[in-house]
């Protein structure tokens, strides 16, 4: 297919370096009350001092710093109360792809009547009325270009995602000066998310000639930077990855993803690890996996990294000093983790059919060398 079935994007996008000191003059556009979500370490490194700077004189700035780790349900539950308590008529996040998602939800959530759980368990979004605004501190999660956000169940562990066309930010602000503050242990991890949900979207059975476009180039950006950008992060560099994450955002939005998100969601969820860390754990598998049922898009994909695919994914989490937390453990509540997996439209998405017994070939090898047998 040329198309998907339905085009979607954030309403606009500004990048550039020091863009990120026009957020609050945009958002006032929106209403003269609104809630700037942040990390801690948005706040500790003075990224939002220069934002603050700029602070249009008649806007009402109610500032909310984000729990850390991945959204839970009651941290989102947290935000929409203190948003509904000060009318917000906007919400921005300053932050990582949990900063983004919290405060995405949090604005939709503004429009419902329920729980943050309900939806979580399957009752649809209404419509979104509170403008979303994204300016993202990392390059990984892509959640500036997308409609969804992955949200943790406080009780069960369980992480599903939020997904609602009005949940695009109306604005989304890529400056790659902010990724200078960015640890190396975090580039690297959210760049390997970056980079599968890149080479996801591109082999994904949901994909377009369209969405292929956006994957490619993402694909393209990203490798050679994250290699670079551990050396030594020049500014075109952060650029590059920033603007490749943003692609690799747009193509997920059109073509879905694979069965390392599948697997990364209950992994992550159970085993309290960063996302973009069991995305890295999980995606040289999910080659090796996948290769016999992508036909010549594993060239393509061979010739956009500069070598066999499979090998450069193993190289690349090596220099980036990315280890495995899964190594050696014993998988805990097994069924559990193979159902979420094979129930996941990342899984259904994947390029190869997955059964029961692909998700436990997976996680033998996952958690090698003891595997699910300890």
Not at 16 to 38: C, D
Not at 333 to 361: C, F, K, Y
Request: charged letters at 20%; glycine letters at 8%; proline letters at 6%.
């Amino acid at each position: 297919m040329i198309l998907p079935g339905e085009l979607a994007f954030p309403g606009r996008v500004i990048f550039g370096e020091g863009s990120a000191q026009r957020l609050l003059s945009e958002a006032a556009e929106f209403g003269a009350r609104g809630v700037l979500a942040h990390s801690r370490s948005a706040e500790k490194s003075g990224m939002l001092t220069p934002i603050l700077e700029n602070k249009p004189a008649n806007l009402r700035l109610l500032a909310f710093r984000c729990a850390a780790g991945e959204p839970r349900l009651s941290d989102v539950e947290e935000l929409r109360k203190a948003a509904a308590a000060f009318g917000a008529d906007w919400i921005a996040a300053v932050g990582g792809g949990s900063v983004l998602d919290a405060a995405k939800a949090a604005a939709g959530l503004l429009a419902s009547d329920l729980p943050a759980v309900r939806h979580h368990d399957g009752a649809p979004l209404p419509q979104s009325k509170t403008p979303f605004l994204a300016v993202p501190t990392t390059a990984g999660t892509g959640s500036e270009a997308t409609s969804v956000c992955v949200l943790t169940n406080d009780e069960t562990g369980v992480k599903k995602s939020f997904r609602h066309p009005s949940l695009f930010a109306r604005i989304a602000i890529l400056d790659p000066s902010l990724l200078r503050t960015c640890p190396p242990s975090v580039m690297a991890a959210s760049g390997m998310d970056a980079l599968t949900q890149a080479i996801e979207s591109f082999v994904s059975r949901h994909a377009t000639w369209f969405s292929d476009q956006f994957a490619s180039k993402a694909v393209a950006l990203i490798a050679p930077s994250l290699q670079a950008v551990h050396r030594n992060p020049q500014q075109e560099t952060l650029g590059n990855l920033m603007a490749g994450s943003f692609l690799a955002g747009v193509a997920l939005s059109h073509a879905r993803l694979g069965i390392v998100h599948g697997l990364a969601h209950p992994l992550g969820a159970r085993y309290r690890v960063a996302h973009g860390l069991a995305c890295a754990v999980c995606l040289p598998h999910a080659i090796a996996f996948n290769r016999p049922a992508i036909g010549s898009k594993y060239e393509v994909l061979c010739e956009l990294v500069g070598g066999d695919l499979l090998d450069f994914t193993v190289r690349l989490t090596n220099q980036l000093g990315i280890r495995s937390p899964f190594t050696g453990l014993q998988i805990r509540e097994e069924d559990r983790i193979v159902a979420e997996t094979l129930s996941s439209g990342s899984t259904m998405a994947n390029p190869r059919p997955v059964t029961r017994e692909d998700v436990l070939w997976f996680l033998d090898r996952i958690f090698a060398p003891a595997g699910r047998r300890g």
